[in-house]
Every structure is written in C-alpha cells, then in structure tokens.
C-alpha cells in the first residue's frame, strides 16, 4: 500500500511525500507523486498516530469497572479521533477494584482486541497525597507500598508502564527506585511536594509529572512547587491536558515555551462521561461527577475539576491555534514524547522506515478523515 499528501509530518516538517507500507510497516518513503498510489489526500495533512498516556475511559467505560467489552469497545472507537497508542488509567480504589482492573487490561491484550494498541496501564493512585487526590477518594489514598504493587504488578501481567504517586510520601523512595529500576515511569502527581522534595524524587528515580498544574502544589516565586520543578528540570517528562478548562491557553503556552519540544506530553485525563450526553451523571471513584457543556467534568458536591472529555486531535487545534505552540511542539507532545517515555520509539511516534505504519489525517478544521493502525485503516 502507498499513501501521499503534500503536507506529511517528517523529520520535523511538513513534506510532499509519499509512504509505502507493507505488513504494518514503514518500507519507503518517496517524494509526492513518484509511484502510483493507493489514497491521494491530497492537502491533507499527515501525521504520526496519537499516543494518550493518561486517559480512565469513554462511551459509558471506564478502567475501574474491569468489564472486558466495554474496554474493547472503547479501543476500537477510540482511532476515530487519530490515537492508535494508549494507556487504559485506574483511579485510587480497594485494592480489589484496582486488582480487577488491570487484569481485566491483561486479559483484553490477551485474548485479542480491535483499534487502538494498548501500550500498557498507567496506575494513577493509590499512593497520593490526601490534600492534593483532586476526585480520587480519599479513602483510598494510602503510602507507597513496594510489595503491594508487586501484587499490582503481577496482576497486570507487567502491563503497568506509568504509575502516578506522591513521591514525597514514598518512606527512602523504595517504590520510586523499584519502578526506575523496572522500567517503569514514576510520575509525580497529586503531590504536595515542596520544590526541594520533588528534586530529591527525580534523583531517585522519578521521570514523569502528572497533568501539570493540576493536582499539585502550585508554582510561586519563593516556593517553586512541584510547578517550579516541572518547568525547572526541561529533561523530566511532564503530561499536560490540553482542553482550555484545566489550564489556560496562556499557561499552556508558558508551559511549552519553558518546558521545550522533546518532554512535553498532552493528555486527555478523558473520563468515562466521554462521548456521552451533556449533564450525563456517573459515579467516578465511588464520586458523582457531571458533564457540562464545556467538555469538563466536576464533581458534583464541591464543583471541583475531576477530568475532561477532550480528543486528541482538539488538543492539537488548541496548542497550534489558540495556544499558539509551534507545530514541532505540539505534534511532539502527542506522538513521539509519549513513545519516548515509555522506550516504544523504535517502532511509534514519527513516520519513518521501520517503524509501524500508525497515521493520522487531518483535514484542516483538525477533524479526522483516517486513522491507520499498522497500515490498516481503523475505521
């Protein structure tokens, strides 16, 4: 199969070029119009396949619930809105609730699926700070516990690639050097690290921060904060949601001008209202939230954020049009940073020859004409 446009993303700009794939790989990349092809798209632009690293579910599903159909649901509508890589995440709950859960993920990549590839789970809680747990239940929050995520681990089957916690809770960083030494990522979130703690967290190991800005100590001028260090330290990854509600278009864009192109990560932290009516109420965690009409879900008691229902492909519009993030950037945070953090860029994240032949085109609104998973169109 040989595809074309005249804008491809490739080698960090955009080219005339066409890509020919066989069996699910990138073979050839060939100047516009050399061979005959398959599908001209013309203007279209086309880029790498989406990677969310942080998202709990969609269409009525979320990771907690252990339901196998609805996962695979989620998995093969998901690529309507160009993510071809994801990371089902659990939120804080019963040890049994989260055990359920990443088995339920385990069993899925087991026995087979459509859509979207599961690159792993991202175990967002148990281990977070009661002050700053956001919509996961209190409860549930507890310290970092190695030979309880041994458990987890094995559970999952080894799927578990990311895993959200309070670092400064973490008695000599134990866990935090377990999963370094694991090839796991540690993502500092729902953290109330001062600016000095978060330092000592990612000498020992942690190379991640969850949804930045939110959920986190907040950045100030003589108290840095987890904020300070996200922007601090430009080699440590650091997700952000890129939906306009959990940070402004102007934070966005100081987020990105300090952080720079290769460690920025956009997120979804889509819930499982996603895709569902305007005013849908579920419970989230044990808690209600509600949607409203701005693509936000909040709690339903406090008001609080608890998470968006944001695709991927509006976050690019937003970062390039309203944020005003260099192309460069923005493609970057959803395609190959993702793939860097979690050591699958020899195969995802940029069209080049080798790697899987995962694309999106996007017509110009940023809408999504095709998604290809493995050269084979999703939907």
Not at 63 to 92: H, Q, S, Y
Not at 118 to 126: C, K, R, V
Not at 132 to 139: L, W
Not at 244 to 251: C, K, L, M, R, V
Request: glycine residues 10%; charged residues 25%; hydrophobic residues 35%.
């Amino acid at each position: 199969m040989i595809i074309q446009s005249k804008r491809v993303w490739v080698v960090n700009t955009w080219l005339a070029a066409q890509i020919e794939v066989e069996e699910g790989k990138i073979v050839n990349i060939y100047p516009y119009g050399q061979k005959d092809v398959d599908e001209d798209y013309g203007d279209k632009r086309i880029i790498p396949g989406f990677i969310d690293v942080h998202t709990h579910g969609a269409y009525g599903f979320d990771t907690n619930d252990a339901n196998e159909e609805g996962l695979r649901n989620w998995m093969k509508n998901i690529v309507k809105e160009g993510v071809t890589g994801i990371l089902p995440t659990t939120i804080t709950q019963s040890e049994e609730v989260l055990t359920n859960a990443v088995k339920n993920v385990a069993k899925v990549v087991e026995e087979g699926y459509e859509g979207a590839e599961i690159l792993g789970i991202h175990f967002e809680g148990p281990y977070l700070d009661q002050v700053y747990k956001g919509a996961q239940p209190e409860q549930y929050c507890v310290k970092p516990d190695v030979e309880q995520f041994k458990r987890y681990l094995a559970a999952s089957n080894n799927l578990i690639k990311i895993v959200t916690m309070a670092c400064e809770h973490d008695d000599n960083f134990e866990l935090t050097k377990f999963l370094r030494a694991h090839g796991i990522v540690c993502s500092q979130g729902h953290s109330g690290a001062t600016f000095e703690q978060a330092r000592l967290a990612i000498a020992n190991g942690a190379n991640s921060m969850t949804h930045v800005f939110n959920g986190m100590t907040k950045f100030h001028h003589r108290e840095p904060g987890l904020v300070g260090a996200a922007m601090r330290y430009r080699d440590v990854y650091g997700e952000i949601i890129c939906d306009g509600n959990h940070s402004t278009y102007e934070a966005l864009n100081d987020y990105f001008t300090a952080k720079g192109p290769d460690h920025c990560i956009m997120i979804t932290d889509s819930l499982m209202v996603k895709g569902l009516p305007v005013g849908t109420k579920v419970l989230f965690g044990g808690n209600e939230i509600e949607l409203y009409p701005d693509g936000s879900a909040h709690l339903t008691d406090t008001k609080g954020l608890a998470g968006s229902t944001l695709h991927v492909n509006d976050g690019l519009r937003i970062l390039v049009e309203k944020a005003l993030v260099p192309w460069q950037t923005a493609i970057n945070a959803c395609t190959l940073n993702p793939a860097r953090m979690l050591n699958v860029d020899d195969r995802k994240g940029s069209i080049q020859t080798g790697k899987d032949a995962d694309f999106v085109v996007l017509n110009d609104d940023y809408s999504v004409e095709m998604t290809y998973v493995k050269g084979q169109k999703a939907f």
